[in-house]
């Protein structure tokens, strides 16, 4: 969708959403004080620390840190990006974005749900066909493919009939238009219409958004070709397209991690044996789009294809394509020329799993597949192999994965580690370092502390003794405490504090979770996570003195600035040299403190 420029789209979801509202229709909220509270849904927790406030329509996590808006919500929840979540909650919600849509855009918006209406009666028609049709399912039994995965995969049957869903749908929808979505077929003389898809298994083709936008179609028998594809349109698009990932998704909260197939079959006993974080292709050769694609839901991509001669060459192709639009890829070795559909139902889940813990990484499927070309016995083959497995090692941008590389190329083949490592580093070679690592000094690694990051560090090691020693300070402490000029989020949370204390005169953490706002809560969080297991080492006096000494400055740094603009300067100068003075009776203070430790 094209955005306007005068207006903001996010903004106008936000205005016509309630944060409780969406939240409450995916977990059970209840309120409690001015906010709601409810078990997070990012992470297993048993007593609740997900608050939400309908105030500022914000959510928080204080459990794990998940946190955000009603739309931040969805693309977290149902693993959108900003944009499908959008478009999600205005489906949902029945908000019109057409305003938002710039020219033929917003008559492009209402074709495309017509098209989406239509795609959807088709997938319900497919599903009932199904059940009508016990060749069809016995079929599927035969597959291993029950039931229960026929509804979560929505699978469905197209009958031998010629026009059995043109006549059905054409009673709410035109020819044309069930043309455009690759329904039906013009005959030859374009005189008449028919299925595109008859006497196949259907698999529906649904986006991340839920939205059906195509089908795929597999003959019971050996007839050709074995799997049909709806062809391209306005919301289909193969190379941007997984199967799958609709269900995927949703699954991927605890590990990013997704495992890319080649088929509807592989994606579907993946799934059947617990694998619920498979996608695949739809008979395309993977593309930059789709590493684009997967990069939104995962960190990790592993490759399973299969094992024969056409699935290696797919998979070095696949890895070319995922060079630097995913950091992390792995390869499953399936072994035996099976297929994923075919090994699961071989060997069963476990033994699946235990491929993906020992799933082999890019350079060393590469370099595997490499040496299956060559008889390493011979010298002249030995050498040619490693000419080219150099370059492949040289290509990492990690020094150290390329140390490693060198090492096992080394132990594996006898050959001096020297020798391979001057090939793959080049004039980047430094034989006085490990590999081209050159080490760095101490001196080098120790980063100089500014003022303000230590600022920082002390008023929340103060934040943290108050609340949990606040009864060890005596009164010039708290005064002393009271009166700093903090950095401008902290002033807010000492703020509170310090008002809390005295009208409720004891801490209770679950109690300001449920009641301050959002902005206090987790900053205090996140402070007392970060220092609680020191408390024991914090020296309070040692604290404030240095607290004052940085408070002081400012107010030197403030005072040399009037200066600057002054025309009567004496009092300004006497100020501050009142200011070093108490600097210097401070310093004097903590020297002796020093001395007395």
């Given at each position: 969708?094209s955005?306007?420029?005068?207006?903001?789209?996010?903004?106008?979801?936000?205005?016509?959403v309630?944060?409780?509202?969406?939240?409450?229709?995916?977990?059970?909220?209840?309120?409690?004080?001015?906010?709601?509270k409810?078990?997070?849904?990012?992470h297993?927790?048993?007593?609740?620390?997900?608050?939400?406030?309908?105030?500022?329509?914000?959510?928080?996590?204080?459990?794990?840190?998940?946190?955000?808006?009603?739309?931040?919500?969805?693309?977290?929840?149902?693993?959108l990006?900003?944009?499908?979540?959008?478009?999600?909650?205005a489906?949902?919600?029945?908000?019109?974005?057409?305003?938002?849509?710039?020219?033929?855009?917003?008559?492009?918006?209402?074709?495309?749900?017509?098209?989406?209406?239509?795609?959807?009666?088709?997938?319900?028609?497919?599903?009932?066909?199904?059940?009508?049709?016990?060749?069809?399912?016995?079929?599927?039994?035969?597959?291993?493919?029950?039931?229960?995965?026929?509804?979560?995969?929505?699978?469905?049957?197209?009958?031998?009939?010629?026009?059995?869903?043109?006549?059905?749908?054409?009673?709410?929808?035109?020819?044309?238009?069930?043309?455009?979505?690759?329904?039906i077929?013009?005959?030859?003389?374009?005189?008449?219409?028919?299925?595109?898809?008859?006497?196949?298994?259907?698999?529906?083709?649904?986006?991340?958004?839920?939205?059906?936008?195509?089908?795929?179609?597999?003959?019971?028998?050996?007839?050709?070709?074995?799997?049909?594809?709806?062809?391209?349109?306005?919301?289909?698009?193969?190379?941007?397209?997984?199967?799958?990932?609709?269900?995927?998704?949703?699954?991927?909260?605890?590990?990013?991690?997704?495992?890319?197939?080649?088929?509807?079959?592989?994606?579907?006993?993946?799934?059947?044996?617990?694998?619920?974080n498979?996608?695949?292709?739809?008979?395309?050769?993977?593309t930059?789009?789709?590493?684009?694609?997967?990069?939104?839901y995962?960190?990790?991509?592993?490759?399973?294809?299969?094992?024969?001669?056409?699935?290696?060459?797919?998979?070095?192709?696949?890895?070319?394509?995922?060079?630097?639009?995913?950091?992390?890829?792995?390869?499953?070795?399936?072994?035996?020329?099976?297929?994923?559909?075919?090994?699961?139902?071989?060997?069963?889940?476990?033994?699946?799993?235990?491929?993906?813990?020992?799933?082999?990484?890019?350079?060393?499927?590469?370099?595997?597949?490499?040496?299956?070309?060559?008889?390493?016995?011979?010298?002249?083959?030995?050498?040619?192999?490693?000419?080219?497995a150099v370059?492949?090692?040289g290509?990492?941008?990690?020094?150290?994965?390329?140390?490693?590389?060198?090492?096992?190329?080394?132990?594996?083949?006898?050959?001096s580690?020297?020798?391979?490592?001057?090939?793959?580093?080049?004039?980047?070679?430094?034989?006085?370092?490990?590999?081209?690592?050159?080490?760095?000094?101490?001196?080098?690694?120790?980063?100089?502390?500014?003022?303000?990051?230590?600022?920082?560090?002390?008023?929340r090691?103060?934040?943290?003794?108050?609340?949990?020693?606040?009864?060890?300070?005596?009164?010039?402490?708290?005064?002393?405490?009271?009166?700093?000029?903090?950095?401008?989020?902290?002033?807010?949370?000492?703020?509170?504090?310090?008002?809390?204390?005295?009208?409720?005169?004891?801490?209770?953490?679950?109690?300001?979770?449920?009641?301050?706002?959002?902005?206090?809560?987790?900053?205090?969080?996140?402070?007392?996570?970060?220092?609680?297991?020191?408390?024991?080492?914090?020296?309070?006096?040692?604290?404030i003195y240095?607290?004052?000494?940085?408070?002081?400055?400012?107010?030197?740094?403030?005072?040399?600035?009037?200066?600057?603009?002054?025309?009567?300067?004496?009092?300004?100068?006497?100020?501050?040299?009142?200011?070093?003075?108490?600097?210097?009776?401070?310093?004097?203070?903590?020297?002796?403190?020093?001395?007395?430790?």
């Amino acid at each position: 969708m094209s955005i306007r420029n005068d207006g903001n789209i996010f903004d106008y979801i936000l205005d016509n959403v309630n944060i409780i509202d969406v939240i409450s229709s995916y977990i059970t909220v209840e309120r409690s004080g001015k906010n709601y509270k409810a078990l997070c849904p990012f992470h297993n927790e048993k007593t609740a620390s997900f608050i939400i406030s309908e105030d500022k329509q914000l959510f928080h996590c204080f459990g794990c840190g998940a946190a955000g808006n009603a739309i931040g919500f969805i693309t977290q929840y149902e693993n959108l990006d900003s944009i499908d979540a959008v478009e999600f909650l205005a489906d949902r919600y029945h908000i019109d974005l057409s305003q938002f849509s710039k020219g033929n855009d917003q008559k492009n918006t209402s074709q495309h749900a017509k098209y989406y209406d239509i795609l959807r009666d088709a997938a319900v028609f497919y599903y009932k066909n199904l059940r009508v049709h016990p060749e069809a399912m016995t079929y599927l039994e035969k597959r291993g493919i029950h039931i229960d995965v026929v509804k979560q995969f929505g699978l469905g049957f197209s009958s031998d009939a010629w026009a059995e869903l043109l006549k059905s749908l054409s009673q709410k929808y035109a020819a044309k238009d069930l043309e455009s979505v690759g329904l039906i077929i013009a005959n030859k003389d374009n005189t008449n219409f028919y299925d595109r898809f008859r006497n196949r298994i259907i698999f529906p083709i649904i986006n991340p958004k839920g939205k059906v936008i195509g089908f795929g179609g597999r003959v019971m028998d050996d007839s050709l070709p074995k799997y049909l594809n709806s062809p391209e349109t306005e919301v289909f698009n193969k190379s941007k397209t997984l199967y799958g990932l609709n269900l995927a998704k949703s699954k991927l909260s605890d590990k990013k991690q997704l495992i890319i197939a080649e088929g509807y079959m592989d994606v579907i006993a993946l799934h059947t044996y617990g694998f619920t974080n498979a996608v695949a292709t739809l008979g395309t050769a993977l593309t930059a789009d789709h590493g684009r694609l997967m990069r939104r839901y995962a960190d990790e991509v592993i490759i399973c294809y299969d094992s024969d001669f056409a699935g290696q060459k797919a998979t070095l192709r696949s890895l070319d394509v995922l060079r630097g639009l995913i950091d992390k890829v792995k390869i499953i070795v399936l072994g035996e020329n099976l297929d994923p559909d075919e090994y699961l139902k071989k060997y069963g889940a476990e033994k699946f799993k235990e491929k993906i813990e020992t799933a082999i990484t890019a350079t060393e499927y590469r370099i595997n597949h490499l040496m299956q070309a060559y008889n390493l016995n011979n010298d002249q083959e030995k050498i040619e192999f490693l000419s080219k497995a150099v370059i492949i090692i040289g290509e990492l941008s990690n020094a150290f994965e390329k140390n490693l590389f060198i090492d096992n190329l080394s132990n594996q083949l006898q050959v001096s580690r020297e020798l391979i490592a001057q090939e793959v580093f080049k004039e980047n070679y430094n034989a006085n370092s490990q590999y081209g690592f050159h080490t760095k000094t101490k001196q080098q690694e120790s980063g100089v502390k500014l003022s303000s990051d230590r600022k920082r560090y002390l008023e929340r090691q103060l934040v943290t003794y108050y609340i949990h020693k606040f009864d060890t300070l005596d009164e010039t402490q708290k005064m002393l405490i009271s009166q700093f000029n903090y950095t401008p989020d902290l002033q807010e949370i000492i703020d509170y504090i310090i008002s809390y204390y005295n009208q409720y005169q004891a801490f209770n953490m679950q109690h300001i979770i449920e009641n301050a706002d959002l902005s206090i809560s987790t900053g205090l969080v996140e402070i007392i996570h970060g220092h609680l297991d020191h408390i024991a080492d914090i020296d309070i006096d040692h604290v404030i003195y240095n607290l004052m000494l940085l408070n002081i400055d400012g107010e030197i740094e403030s005072l040399k600035l009037l200066l600057k603009n002054s025309i009567e300067k004496s009092e300004i100068q006497h100020q501050i040299k009142n200011k070093i003075i108490e600097k210097q009776a401070i310093t004097l203070k903590i020297k002796n403190q020093k001395f007395k430790n």
